[in-house]
Structure formats: structure tokens, C-alpha cells
């Protein structure tokens, strides 16, 4: 017998967070995005990643539960960022781009717009709780992470 692994439908799954939402979004990101400050024109927000190998604080989308949104809905240009900061050990339900195959256990760095992809030559950031085979699927696909220190 065999356990099926459900979907959480929550980005946060456990560990150590701050939670920071007092800075408005450059964008459309989806929760589970990788996420940076940037100042827009002098105006601290947030944004996708966008340095695709780079290093970046753990720093992830979350979802809008109080505003009764799902995990996987976007949010719109200028809304106020939910965004949470892990530690190593904090564990979060992420995005990795289409053609991307993800062994459990594997490392995993910025794709460069949010997205996660296997490590290259880049940070290591997280690591893969779960195999996941998003190499043939158009779009992308959820997995669970771990961030590493």
C-alpha cells in the first residue's frame, strides 16, 4: 500500500519565518516565486528574481489566504507583497519552470524570473523534498523545498 502525497495548497509548509508585507510588488508573480527588493524609480518594492544562478535570501511569495486567494492565483502589479523569509531548514512549496526535471534530494537555484531550476554554476538555494518531472509538461509545476544555508 502506498501513501499519496497530497497538495498542500499553502506555500509556507513549516520552519522558521519573517514575514514581511509592507512593500508593494513590481509585477504579476505567483506565490511560490522567488522574490528580491528592488527600487522602482526610488520606491522600495518587490519583484521575481531575476538573476537567473544568483545568490538571493530566501525570500518566497506567499499565498493570500485572507484575502480568500488561492496558492496558485497572482497577484496584480502594486499589491502589497506577502512575502516570507526562511532560514535553512524552513521548507516552502516552490515553482520550477517547464522542461525542468527535479530529483528529490537535488539542489536547486534562481531560474532568473522567480522560478526555480536545477543547480548549474549558480547559489545553491533550496533542495528538492520530492522528485518532480516537469520535463515534459508545458508550464510549470510545484514542489516542495527545503532552504539550505
Known amino acids: 500500500m502506498s501513501i499519496t502525497k497530497m497538495n498542500p495548497r499553502t506555500i509556507h509548509l513549516g520552519g522558521p519565518l519573517t514575514e514581511v508585507n509592507d512593500l508593494p510588488l513590481t509585477g504579476t508573480p505567483l506565490p511560490g516565486f522567488l522574490m528580491e527588493r528592488y527600487s522602482n524609480s526610488g520606491v522600495d518594492t518587490y519583484r521575481a528574481h531575476s538573476t537567473g544562478g544568483g545568490p538571493a ?71 528538492a523534498l520530492e522528485a518532480v518531472n516537469n520535463s515534459a509538461v508545458p508550464g510549470e509545476a510545484y514542489l516542495r523545498v527545503e532552504t539550505v544555508g
Open 57 to 127: 535570501l530566501p525570500s518566497v511569495l506567499l499565498n493570500q489566504p485572507y484575502l480568500n486567494k488561492a496558492y496558485d492565483v497572482a497577484y496584480a502589479d502594486g499589491d502589497l507583497a506577502h512575502v516570507g523569509v526562511g532560514v535553512p531548514g524552513t521548507t516552502f512549496y516552490m515553482i520550477i519552470g517547464s522542461g525542468v526535471n527535479t530529483p528529490q534530494g537535488g539542489f536547486l537555484e534562481s531560474a532568473g524570473n522567480g522560478r526555480l531550476r536545477n543547480l548549474g554554476s549558480g547559489t545553491r538555494l533550496f533542495q
